[in-house]
């Protein structure tokens, strides 16, 4: 597609409840990245893809949070057992790398986000 | 472990006006440096991407330069404008290539 579609872009649940966050990066992009955005907060990077090699996971704040990659395509973002300090923005990023580098032309694109209310 | 901030936090200044937004990090090991837009309720727009070999980047009104040895970049926009207001993040990437670090961000309010 032409940008970066997450899904949903609003999403309210109960706590204790499970979440799945969807992400459709800019096709032909190698690299995917997930970041969280809370209240008043900075960008806090949780996760990232890179072709079929194994994600760097150091960002996840906990292990309810998991992220997959299905195809180099899509990825899921699944919250376990929401609590509320889970709110936040949930964005997701995607970038076309080659081998060690970056392309010049392409920095980070990133979707809308999806708003997670924790109550 | 890579710092950015940015200074302001936040600027209000009247249409027409030049301003310089500040952002600085702590290792000046980085691959490439980026400036990002963000509108209420929005996600992160691209504005201009600096490499670590290259001392500045244009587009439009905005001028980004990036002095990698003491740790800065400055955000220039020329002939602020009310459609300017948003929160401009600098984020740094580093040799590993993994992830951005991102600023506070500055919260800009141009005045008509």
Not at chain 1, 77 to 82: A, D, E, G, H, P
Not at chain 2, 40 to 62: A, F, H, N, V, Y
């Amino acid at each position: 597609g032409a940008g970066v579609s997450q899904s949903p872009s609003n999403k309210v649940t109960e706590k204790g409840k499970d979440v799945e966050l969807r992400c459709d990066p800019i096709s032909g992009h190698t690299a995917l990245y997930w970041y969280r955005q809370s209240l008043g907060q900075g960008l806090e990077f949780l996760i990232y893809f890179q072709g079929n090699s194994a994600p760097d996971k150091s960002g996840l704040p906990s292990d309810r949070f998991s992220a997959e990659r299905t195809g180099g395509s899509v990825s899921t973002l699944t919250i376990q057992r929401t609590q509320q300090e889970d709110s936040a923005v949930y964005l997701c990023a995607s970038s076309f790398r080659l081998g060690s580098g970056f392309s010049y032309n392409y920095g980070y694109t990133f979707g809308s986000g999806t708003r997670l209310t924790v109550v | 472990k890579q710092e950015v901030t940015q200074i302001p936090a936040a600027l209000s200044v009247p249409e027409g006006e030049n301003l310089v937004l500040n952002c600085s990090f702590t290792d000046s090991a980085i691959y490439n440096l980026q400036w990002f837009r963000q509108d209420p309720g929005k996600g992160l727009t691209s504005l201009l991407l600096i490499q670590s070999s290259q001392r500045e980047q244009t587009s439009g009104r905005l001028n980004a330069s990036l002095d990698k040895s003491s740790g800065r970049s400055t955000l220039y926009i020329a002939a602020s404008q009310p459609g300017d207001s948003a929160t401009y993040l600098c984020a740094v990437m580093g040799n590993a290539g993994n992830m951005l670090t991102f600023g506070g961000g500055t919260r800009l309010m141009v005045k008509p």
